[in-house]
């Protein structure tokens, strides 16, 4: 059986999600922007908290663990071994490659740094999910804020990687944002088209607009597409490397 998800919004636009194995009982946080939403959903729930997944170390990712482990003091803390001077304390430091155990499951981790080094995504192939917080996002990617644009389109690339069916469990409400750049730099993407008045009509009705299918995200996504020639030919960079391309759908979004 699939492992169940809750996604949790916290703080003005962050998401924590919960995991959780129906037959063994064990449920997982990814992340911890925002106490109090994260434990009302493990009350409404009762579920006992077993494992902290942590991305990586910015504030609004962690900053409510103390207070979560306060109240679920058995969960164990997971996390990046290469980030683990300035994570939380971790019970159990991971590199890419290594695996975490969620039931009866077993997830991979992956190394995606650029928004930040040492960030880590976490893959669930039997379950389809993957938690890509600030690296992957609905429409867009995280700024880089400590990474290349090398490091960056790498880590895409990766996850890009994966089948198409897998449900991108990203870390922020950015979509209708990044959907309005999407579309500057993508014009004739019909799909995008399509995706962005989709997100507008999430928006206006107070619907979350992540997770998303990764085949969405590679069909609309333009940090995924750098190396397309209709994307390359829009932006004026027809057969340039794609690391140079995501460089500049980079800066261009930075200064949107």
């Known amino acids: 059986m ?7 919004p916290c703080l003005a636009d962050n998401y924590a999600y ?5 037959d ?17 959903a493990l009350r409404d729930r009762d579920w006992q908290l077993g494992h902290v997944l942590l991305t990586h170390h910015h504030w609004d990712h962690v900053d409510a663990l103390p207070e979560i482990l306060a109240a679920h003091p058995g969960a164990r803390v997971v996390g990046a071994a290469a980030d683990a001077h300035r994570l939380p304390p971790l019970d159990t430091p991971v590199a890419e490659g290594d695996t975490v155990t969620i039931g009866r499951e077993a997830g991979k981790v992956i190394d995606v740094s650029g928004h930040t080094v040492g960030h880590i995504a976490f893959h669930f192939p039997e379950s389809k999910l993957a938690f890509t917080a600030d690296s992957l996002m609905a429409l867009g990617c995280g ?7 090398e490091q960056m389109w790498n880590s895409l690339s990766k996850l890009a ?18 959907a309005r750049f999407a579309r500057t730099v ?19 009705a107070g619907q979350a607009t992540v ?7 590679l069909a609309t996504n333009p940090f995924l ?3 397309d020639p209709d994307l390359q030919a829009a932006i004026g960079m027809d057969g340039a490397d794609p690391v140079a391309v995501f460089a500049e759908l980079r800066r261009r979004k930075d200064a949107f």
């Open 24 to 40: 063994t009982g064990d449920t997982s946080l990814v992340d911890a922007p925002q106490a109090a939403p994260v434990l009302e």
């Open 211 to 217: 997770p998303s299918r990764l085949s969405e995200e």
């Open 161 to 178: 990687a994966l089948p198409d069916d897998t449900l991108i469990c990203s870390g922020h409400e950015y979509t209708a944002n990044n």
């Open 143 to 149: 700024r880089l804020f400590e990474g290349t644009p």
């Open 2 to 8: 699939p492992l169940q998800i809750v996604t949790i």
């Open 186 to 204: 993508d014009p004739d993407n019909a799909a995008l088209a399509d995706r962005a008045a989709q997100v507008d009509a999430a928006r206006a």
């Open 225 to 227: 597409r750098a190396g």
């Open 18 to 22: 919960l995991l959780h194995d129906a």
